[in-house]
């Protein structure tokens, strides 16, 4: 649970290897040692794909962006544009998602269950759990993961998300704002 997920997720990401392939689908994304090991992973030739709800809505209220749209804008702008992300497109809706997907030549890794990557949900505030998978390759499983990642990615039969310059937002304030509610843990996520 909590800090045993960050543990993982972080081990995970800075293990990567050049070659290995990142996909990360998450509702909220903001726990720094979490963000600081994506880049990490990024710098040291992994390929980064992240699917981020657009946090214009949580639990029915309309919110600015916060903390997805500045976190996605930090990783653009380090790896000069070279992490991808994409934003599901919400419709007043949540995109609640949780998955970790590490592809390699020999193996899929995979972490899916209730926990955002935020300092709430890492560090002991709330009740998470997450469960991490290894499949061998090829395998049933692993492809099935596979095709779900790569269908809302790619808008496969259906329109599930758009370009990051969608809701790209480059407010100074609004970073700030993320990163003082990351550290006290005064935001809602």
């Known amino acids: 649970s909590e800090g045993t997920i960050t543990q993982v997720v972080v081990r995970a990401f800075e293990d990567a290897h050049p070659g290995d392939n990142i996909q990360l689908v998450m509702f909220y994304l903001s726990d720094r040692a979490i963000v600081n090991a994506l880049k990490k992973a990024f710098f040291q030739g992994a390929s980064l794909q992240i699917i981020l709800d657009p946090n214009k809505v949580a639990f029915g209220r309309s919110k600015g962006g916060i903390p997805n749209r500045q976190v996605a804008g930090e990783l653009i702008d380090k790896s000069q544009g070279n992490i991808q992300v994409r934003w599901y497109d919400t419709r007043g809706e949540q995109f609640h998602t949780k ?6 030549d020999r193996t899929l890794s995979v972490i899916a269950g209730s926990a955002n990557l935020t300092r709430r949900n890492l560090d002991n505030y709330n009740l998470e759990i997450d469960v991490m998978a ?18 809302i990615w790619s808008n496969e039969k259906a329109a599930y998300t758009v370009d990051f310059d969608v809701y790209r937002e480059e407010s100074f304030i609004k970073y700030t ?13």
Request: aromatic fraction near 16%.
């Open 134 to 151: 290894e499949f061998e390759k090829p395998s049933q499983t692993g492809a099935a993961i596979n095709a779900y990642f790569e269908r």
């Open 99 to 104: 998955l970790f997907v590490k592809d390699n």
């Open 177 to 189: 704002l993320y990163r003082i509610q990351e550290k006290l843990g005064l935001g809602t996520f």
